[in-house]
């Protein structure tokens, strides 16, 4: 039913800086844009847009969109989550550009969701019939060291156990890794997808809340570019921890903030296994020592920061 991570919102304070951070020197894909909101993809996306930044008084998550296979799993959802007790809001097409029908949840760890199936792709085509070319075949175009595709999202819960009764047991993902600490489970990552996650979860006091969304770059050395553009464009302060490698996982990253404090991790490199298989697992001990940082710089105490979300979603 649930293929795949789709998109995400992000709330931004100012719109020209976050045009110029996102567009001007990270080299995101604008597809539209209006006073209120800027819509981006990254230059491997056949999908209009995958990040949409939208002007608020504060940074943080607006929601984050998991594709479906089929329209009727729309319905599907919602009958689901009405069983669940969670309050559903079905939005007509055109809602979000170039996006059909969808559903909206709080799901019951607090994240706003979107589920959907249809999404206008990007053109191939000429206007006078034929192949012009794949949406990655524009680099002539492209700005910075412009991300590929969005990757995951890193969510924080109140309580892992619990989440995973939804993620886990309710909408069926897979459990690729999981950290465990005091006799419960400390972090997990969860997957539609071959790769490692499409949706961490990892135990936060204060609850819900937005670590970071992630982008796959094409390999180190573009994220060792990623740093360079930074750097040589004033946005040094704006590298928030690494490049380095995740031991959990196994993918080269970096972390970067913008002005809002709203995260991205530039990301590469992680292994690919079916869903089916047990998942790894990593006590708290060898996940503290090895799993969040294989080699790298130590992490800032801010790293451990998160984003509000948005509580009026529906």
């Known amino acids: 039913m649930i293929l795949r991570l789709g998109h995400c919102e992000l709330f931004v304070t100012d719109m020209q800086r976050a045009r110029e951070f996102y567009i001007d020197i990270l080299g995101f894909r604008e597809h539209d844009s209006d006073k209120d ?3 981006l993809r990254g230059v491997d996306e056949f999908d209009l847009h995958t990040l949409t930044l939208t002007k ?8 984050f969109a998991l594709r479906v296979s ?6 599907r959802l919602e009958d689901h989550h009405k069983r669940l007790g969670v309050p559903t809001l079905m939005v007509p097409e055109g809602t979000e550009p170039g996006q059909g029908r969808a559903l909206r949840i709080v799901e019951p760890n607090g994240h706003p969701i979107e589920f959907y199936h249809a999404m206008q792709q990007v053109n191939v085509y000429n206007p ?12 002539h175009r492209d700005r910075g060291i412009p991300p590929l595709r969005i990757d995951h999202m890193n969510i924080r819960v109140a309580n892992v156990d619990q989440a995973l009764k939804y993620w886990r047991d309710e909408l069926s993902f897979s459990v690729s890794e999981y950290v465990e600490k005091d006799n419960g489970t400390f972090a997990a990552w969860t997957r539609r997808c071959q790769g490692t996650h499409d949706v961490a979860l990892v135990q936060s006091a204060s609850g819900a809340g937005l670590h ?3 982008y796959t770059v094409q390999g180190p050395a573009e994220i060792i570019r990623t740093a360079d553009l930074l750097a040589d464009a004033g946005y040094q302060d704006a590298i928030e ?3 380095g490698r995740h031991g959990l996982s196994n993918a080269f990253f970096l972390y970067i903030r913008d002005f809002d404090g709203n ?7 992680d292994y690919s296994r079916d869903i089916d298989l047990p998942p790894v697992k990593w006590t708290w001990e060898e996940y503290d020592k090895r799993g969040r940082l294989w080699w790298g710089p130590s992490y ?3 790293f451990l920061e998160v984003s509000p979300v948005n509580n009026q979603w529906i």
Not at 56 to 63: D, V
Not at 263 to 269: D, K, S, V
């Open 37 to 39: 909101h800027i819509y």
């Open 56 to 63: 608020s008084k504060t940074g943080g998550l607006g929601h």
């Open 70 to 75: 089929d329209p009727e799993d729309l319905d």
């Open 128 to 139: 006078q019939g034929g192949l012009n070319h794949l949406p990655m075949r524009a680099t």
């Open 212 to 214: 970071h969304v992630a």
């Open 241 to 243: 921890f690494g490049p």
């Open 263 to 269: 995260r991205t991790e530039i990301y590469t490199g």
């Open 300 to 302: 800032p105490e801010r």
